[in-house]
T-cell receptor, first 114, second 119 residues
Framework: DQQVKQNSPSLSVQEGRISILNCDYTNSMFDYFLWYKKYPAEGPTFLISISSIKDKNEDGRFTVFLNKSAKHLSLHIVPSQPGDSAVYFCAASPYSGGYQKVTFGTGTKLQVIP | EAGVAQSPRYKIIEKRQSVAFWCNPI?????LYWYQQILGQGPKLLIQFQNNGVVDDSQLPKDRFSAERLKGVDSTLKIQPAKLEDSAVYLC?????????????????FGAGSRLTVL
């Protein structure tokens, strides 16, 4: 059962334009969401997060939007740069007090074309 | 701060052989995770430690996989005997863990991974 879904395996965007990566989740217990970026031969690196008490979080060129009623979140990258070309993973966790189990989606490969 | 260290980076073995992966998390991180990432898929949690206790190993194939975290620091993941379908990247991650809703306690820092090829 895939609780975190990224339905677009790949995305190509022109440099300078907006990249929008989407993520859907099914577990209503999830209330903390994260995006990770992964380059080849490296581990994923944390990019940005959002808790369920917010609907938007911004960090420089990266903005994450959360729509709890739709169980949907998206990552916007503006403007897109060639260095943003990587695989992006959406991840989610429930608040469970003592520890947090983080579940990852299948990833979206973003290619930013110069 | 030093990152999460993993070794070996690459390992090629034949099926039915055994292999072990080592992970040294970020100093002070209470929670340690082992994920399996098969090509084209997202990371799948195998086991999660809080200090030296196991808090989740529901997706660990316990007939062939084992993991330990002695003294709540380093961890070792072992596969014995290996199968062809175990070919994957094994990612170790750590986090502060514990109470910390929204504070970044569940932001994982990953190592570079150990790529296993089973022939």
């Amino acid at each position: 059962d895939q609780q975190v879904k990224q339905n677009s395996p790949s995305l190509s965007v022109q440099e300078g334009r907006i990249s929008i990566l989407n993520c859907d989740y099914t577990n209503s217990m999830f209330d903390y969401f994260l995006w990770y970026k992964k380059y080849p031969a490296e581990g994923p690196t944390f990019l940005i997060s959002i808790s369920s008490i917010k609907d938007k979080n911004e960090d420089g060129r990266f903005t994450v939007f959360l729509n709890k009623s739709a169980k949907h979140l998206s990552l916007h990258i503006v403007p897109s740069q060639p260095g943003d070309s990587a695989v992006y993973f959406c991840a989610a966790s429930p608040y469970s007090g003592g520890y947090q189990k983080v579940t990852f989606g299948t990833g979206t490969k973003l290619q930013v074309i110069p | 701060e030093a990152g999460v260290a993993q070794s070996p980076r690459y390992k090629i073995i034949e099926k039915r052989q055994s292999v072990a992966f080592w992970c040294n998390p970020i100093s002070g991180h209470a929670t340690l995770y082992w994920y399996q990432q098969i090509l084209g898929q997202g990371p799948k949690l195998l086991i999660q430690f809080q200090n030296n206790g196991v808090v989740d190993d529901s997706q660990l194939p316990k007939d062939r996989f084992s993991a330990e975290r002695l003294k709540g620091v380093d961890s070792t993941l072992k596969i014995q005997p290996a199968k062809l379908e175990d070919s994957a990247v094994y990612l170790c991650a750590s986090s502060l863990g514990g109470l910390g809703y929204g504070s970044g306690a569940n932001v994982l820092t990953f190592g570079a991974g150990s790529r296993l090829t089973v022939l």
